[in-house]
């Protein structure tokens, strides 16, 4: 099981390394900018990642019961994340507008993984 979730796992490491790093001036609050696209496409990838690793561990269905404790948790890092910024990272900022694009990704990650998925399966298919 642990090895369904390596990349997931590895790639919460690489969020968490990121957002540790100082010297990112603070934005006007602007949902559409490239850093909220940012924001957004880092914890969908997140999302995605934790629901494939579920698919792979045999949960054939992504619904609400795996769905929503995913989505939550991947917000509630990115949440965890801008207080860790403000609270020990001079020069980090706290901002709402990247939790709401972190939580927008998780949940477009949520909302699209089971149509995603039967894409690559189809794609897949026709090549073989």
Do not use: C
């Not at 979730?5 to 969020?15: Q, S, Y």
């Not at 019961?65 to 990272?89: K, N, R």
């Not at 089971?114 to 090549?127: A, C, I, N, S, W």
């Amino acid at each position: 099981m642990p090895t369904k979730f390596l990349p997931a796992l590895l790639w919460l490491i690489i969020i968490t390394y990121l957002s540790t790093q100082g010297g990112i001036p603070a934005p006007e609050f602007n949902l559409i900018q490239m850093d909220k696209l940012g924001h957004a496409a880092a914890y969908a990838l997140l999302v995605w990642l934790l629901l494939f690793g579920w698919y792979r561990f045999g949960t054939k269905r992504v619904d609400w019961t795996v769905g929503l404790p995913v989505f939550l948790a991947a917000s509630g890092y990115g949440v965890l994340m801008e207080f860790v910024q403000y609270s020990w990272f001079p020069n980090r900022h706290f901002e709402v507008d990247d939790m709401l694009a972190n939580a927008l990704g998780a949940a477009t990650a949520w909302l699209t993984f089971d149509t995603l998925k039967q894409l690559v399966r189809t794609f897949q298919t026709e090549k073989t």
